[in-house]
Nanobody, 124 residues
Framework: VQLQASGGGLVQPGGSLRLSCTAS????????MGWYCQAPGNQRELVAS???????NYADSAKGRFTISRDSVKNTVYLQSTNLKPEDTAAYLC???????????????????WGQGTQVTVSS
């Protein structure tokens, strides 16, 4: 499975961006989809995730400014950001998971996939 992220760029403080990430390849049924961010010298941090059933999870820093959504038919996850701040500057990486099943039909393991990241720079 490959993930292709897009939508990053340079935006002024207070601006907005919409990131997209589309999965392709050997997709059976994606479970969780979401976004992490990683600034230079920092650890990768979760921004938001969404389960197939629609349940959402946001980092405290993202609540109220970021909205995650997904189109499970298109295997695409979106991250709408508003009121961006300079501290939001980072590479935003999308991820997705799906279960692998054994011959007996039971879950054998959880597979995790990552996109290449799209850069968001918030600066005046």
């Amino acid at each position: 499975v490959q993930l292709q992220a897009s939508g990053g760029g340079l935006v002024q403080p207070g601006g907005s961006l919409r990131l997209s990430c589309t999965a392709s390849g050997s997709i059976l049924r994606l479970n969780v989809m979401g976004w992490y961010c990683q600034a230079p010298g920092n650890q990768r941090e979760l921004v938001a995730s969404i389960l197939r059933d629609g349940r959402l999870n946001y980092a405290d820093s993202a609540k109220g400014r970021f909205t995650i959504s997904r189109d499970s038919v298109k295997n695409t996850v979106y991250l709408q950001s508003t009121n961006l701040k300079p501290e939001d500057t980072a590479a935003y990486l999308c991820f997705a998971t799906q279960f692998e099943y054994g011959l007996d039909g039971r879950i054998s393991r959880l597979l995790e996939y990552w996109g290449q990241g799209t850069q968001v720079t918030v600066s005046s």
